[in-house]
Structures are given as C-alpha cells and as structure tokens.
C-alpha cells in the first residue's frame, strides 16, 4: 500500500522560501510521475506541479510558474518541492500524489503565507 508523508511547511513571510519534502513507500517510486497538490481554505484540490519518473520533465501551474520548482530523487525515493517568492496566495495545506487529481496523497503539510 502506497504511503506518501509530506513534511517541510510552515508559517513565512510573504516573499520567503520554503522546501517541501515528501518520503515515500509501498510502491515502486522511480516508476511513477509525480505530483504536487494544494488546498487552499474552502476551496477544492488544486494541482501545482508535475514530475516525470525519472525528473526529466517537469510541468507547472501558471500561479507558481518561475517561482516554485520540483524535484526528485529515486534513491531516497522522495519527493520536493522549493517554493521562493511566496504569496499570501500560496496558503494551502500541501499534498504529494502519485496521481494529478490527488486521489492518492500523503495527509499534506500546512504552508501559511503571512505576516
């Protein structure tokens, strides 16, 4: 059974960085795309990025673009996610998933922009 802990959130600064992590098991993690996801307070999942199985291509939602990057490495079988020049708009609790709608998902890391 898969099981993804994401793990690195917090409370910053609107124009601060952050560095998400998310450990992995119970599935062949180099095999799989990966995502991350966010939920923003009252509002549905949203997807903000995407990594291929061996991170060479990469996608990201145009609210983040040029501002958050993703990453991987397979022989630690995790999963990252450096967001820089935060937003109050960035608030959301975030989810790694092995799938973009976030039907499977670690139980998320809280990012609270503020200040």
């Known amino acids: 059974q898969a099981q993804l802990v994401e793990s690195g959130g917090g409370l910053v600064q609107p124009g601060g960085s952050l560095r998400l992590s998310c450990a992995t098991s119970?599935?062949?993690?180099?095999?799989?795309?990966m995502y991350w996801v966010r939920q923003a307070p009252g509002k549905g999942l949203e997807w903000v990025s995407s990594i291929s199985s061996l991170g060479g291509s990469t996608d990201y939602a145009e609210s983040v673009k040029g501002r958050f990057i993703i990453s991987r490495d397979n022989a630690k079988r995790t999963l990252y996610l450096q967001m820089s020049s935060l937003k109050s708009e960035d608030t959301a609790v975030y989810y790694c998933?092995?799938?973009?709608?976030?039907?499977?998902r670690g139980q998320g890391t809280q990012v609270t922009v503020s200040t």
């Open positions: 998933a092995k799938d973009s709608a976030g039907r499977t």
């Open positions: 119970g599935f062949i993690f180099s095999n799989y795309w």
